[in-house]
């Protein structure tokens, strides 16, 4: 399947409000390409701008936000450092942030110099990760089509916290699909509703979960018919 293909399977099954976004870590900027000129508060805000653009975005350009900068792989430079301490010791001190959590901050691994984003439907190159902003329904859908939901000795399916952001890290490092249940950044930044997560794909099941998800949704209407049957034949 190619990009539109992949953006059509996973829009028009799950019916999303938001159309899926692609990112792909680069070792160059793509020529031809826009970079991104316009300043953003924090590296998740590339994921809303990315809804309706494709742009490349270098590494200091994450800088405004230095822990969605960590998260995406970028090494920050001696005279952000202050700056991600502050914020690091202002979460620690609300409570929102355990100081032994630092070291598990994960962090994209793939080496890159920058990330181009853009709407999966549109998106020139091979994506390394697509953001989908999916209600919990959604989310199941997602989940059971990429194959990480299944049942197995040790799950792989991963739940995410705060930052938002780490879940495409861990999305991409693992090769699986993560979910998020977003943070208050997200939130504020992507515009993303208190009704809805985050679910990352990596590019190794993007493919799977498109071509699986028209029979997956299928059974799962089929299921609700039966349980809503079985559900009137007992008093509420």
Same mark, same amino acid.
């Given at each position: 399947m190619d990009n539109q293909q992949l953006a059509s399977a996973l829009s028009d099954h799950l019916k999303l409000e938001r159309p899926p976004v692609a990112m792909a870590f680069v070792e160059q900027p +793509?020529?031809?390409?826009?970079?991104?000129?316009?300043? =953003?508060?924090?590296? /998740?805000?590339?994921? $809303?701008?990315?809804?309706?653009? %494709? &742009?490349? =975005?270098?590494a200091a350009e994450?800088?405004? /936000? +230095? %822990?969605?900068?960590?998260?995406?792989? &970028?090494? !920050?430079?001696p005279k952000e450092a202050p700056k991600a301490q502050q914020l690091v010791g202002t979460m620690i001190e609300l409570g929102y942030f355990g100081a032994d959590e630092v070291a598990h901050l994960p962090s994209v691994q793939k080496p890159h110099v920058g990330i181009v984003y853009g709407p999966l439907a549109r998106f020139p190159l091979a994506p390394d990760a697509v953001v989908v902003q999916a209600t919990p329904r959604q989310a199941m859908l997602l989940a059971e089509a990429s194959g990480d939901a299944a049942l197995r000795?040790?799950?792989?399916?991963?739940?995410?916290? $705060? +930052?938002? /952001?780490?879940?495409? =890290?861990?999305?991409? *490092?693992?090769?699986?699909?993560? !979910?998020?249940?977003?943070c208050i950044g997200a939130?504020?930044?992507?515009?993303?509703?208190?009704? $809805?997560?985050?679910?990352?794909? +990596? =590019?190794? /099941?993007?493919?799977?979960?498109?071509? $699986?998800?028209?029979?997956?949704?299928?059974? *799962?209407?089929? !299921?609700?018919g039966y349980h809503a049957e079985k559900k009137a034949r007992f008093p509420s």
């Amino acid at each position: 399947m190619d990009n539109q293909q992949l953006a059509s399977a996973l829009s028009d099954h799950l019916k999303l409000e938001r159309p899926p976004v692609a990112m792909a870590f680069v070792e160059q900027p +793509p020529s031809g390409l826009a970079a991104s000129t316009t300043a =953003a508060p924090s590296a /998740c805000t590339f994921w $809303r701008r990315a809804e309706t653009e %494709i &742009f490349y =975005a270098a590494a200091a350009e994450h800088y405004e /936000c +230095p %822990i969605g900068a960590m998260t995406m792989g &970028f090494e !920050l430079p001696p005279k952000e450092a202050p700056k991600a301490q502050q914020l690091v010791g202002t979460m620690i001190e609300l409570g929102y942030f355990g100081a032994d959590e630092v070291a598990h901050l994960p962090s994209v691994q793939k080496p890159h110099v920058g990330i181009v984003y853009g709407p999966l439907a549109r998106f020139p190159l091979a994506p390394d990760a697509v953001v989908v902003q999916a209600t919990p329904r959604q989310a199941m859908l997602l989940a059971e089509a990429s194959g990480d939901a299944a049942l197995r000795e040790t799950p792989s399916l991963a739940a995410m916290g $705060r +930052p938002a /952001c780490a879940v495409v =890290a861990r999305s991409v *490092n693992e090769a699986a699909a993560t !979910l998020s249940l977003g943070c208050i950044g997200a939130r504020t930044y992507v515009e993303l509703p208190d009704d $809805r997560a985050l679910l990352v794909l +990596p =590019a190794e /099941c993007l493919e799977r979960t498109a071509e $699986r998800l028209p029979g997956l949704t299928s059974a *799962n209407d089929v !299921l609700a018919g039966y349980h809503a049957e079985k559900k009137a034949r007992f008093p509420s």
